[in-house]
């Protein structure tokens, strides 16, 4: 079975930084490219990024909104994507979700994870 | 980037059919036949739904279909059913650096 579980949401204080992880399981995880979507409360979704499998060089893709801030990163040998998150702004609260990408398609997200919340507040 | 373009809500009495439409550019939805469809029910995360304007993944019911035409996606729920109540997003390739985008996302009621 296919499981995506995100963890490492918590309060931090505006400007301050924030690492996520996205454990997964239940498939070949060096082999799928990953993404993080965010969605703040009573929100629509947000593509943040995403970072692609070792045999397409580990590339990644973020969004304009975190370009330079937000960096995706994974370890294959520990079966997890992560999401580090720099210069936080009271904006950037939500929930953040991984999903796996598509296998040999242009599309986001056949499984998700439950999502961990981010709140930025002083 | 803006986001794709959705009615903020939509409804149907059970049995009936419904259609959302996801209005893009000919950055995204018009260049591209990478429309994804996704259900999200409170407090869950979103499913896939539909992928490449028209594919259900296993599992999706053949009561939801997508089509495309010009700058505009759309999905359509046929037979409505009480369990289809959630929010709906459409999702499209875009052209520009920020790969992806969303729609604004379309709550469906069976009333």
């Known amino acids: 079975e296919v499981q995506l579980v995100e963890s490492g949401g918590d309060l931090v204080q505006p400007g301050g930084s924030l690492r996520l992880s996205c454990t997964a399981s239940?498939?070949?995880?060096?082999?799928?490219?990953m993404h993080w979507v965010r969605q703040a409360s009573g929100k629509g979704l947000e593509w943040i990024g995403r970072?692609?499998?070792?045999?397409?060089?580990?590339?990644?893709a973020y969004a304009a909104s975190v370009k330079g801030r937000f960096t995706i990163s994974r370890d294959d040998s520990k079966n997890t994507a992560y999401l580090l998150m720099n210069s936080l702004k009271i904006e950037d609260t939500a929930i953040y979700y991984c999903?796996?990408?598509?296998?040999?398609?242009?599309?986001?997200?056949?499984?998700w994870g439950q999502g961990t919340l981010v709140t930025v507040s002083s | 980037q803006s986001a794709l373009t959705q009615p903020a809500s939509v409804s149907g009495s059970p049995g009936q059919s419904i259609t959302i439409s996801c209005t893009g550019t000919?950055?995204?939805?018009?260049?591209?036949?990478?429309v994804s469809w996704y259900q999200q029910h409170p407090g869950k995360a979103p499913k896939l739904m539909i992928l490449?304007?028209?594919n259900r993944p296993s599992g999706v019911p053949d009561r939801f279909s997508g089509s495309k035409s010009g700058n505009t996606a759309s999905l359509t729920i046929s037979g409505l059913q009480a369990e289809d109540e959630a929010d709906y997003y459409c999702?499209?390739?875009?052209?520009?650096?920020?790969?992806?985008?969303f729609g604004t996302g379309t709550k469906v009621t069976v009333l």
């Open positions: 999903a796996r990408h598509v296998s040999d398609r242009t599309t986001i997200g056949d499984y």
């Open positions: 239940g498939f070949t995880f060096s082999a799928s490219a």
């Open positions: 970072i692609r499998s070792n045999a397409e060089t580990y590339a990644t």
């Open positions: 000919s950055s995204d939805v018009g260049r591209y036949n990478y």
């Open positions: 490449e304007v028209s």
């Open positions: 999702s499209s390739y875009t052209s520009s650096s920020s790969l992806y985008v």
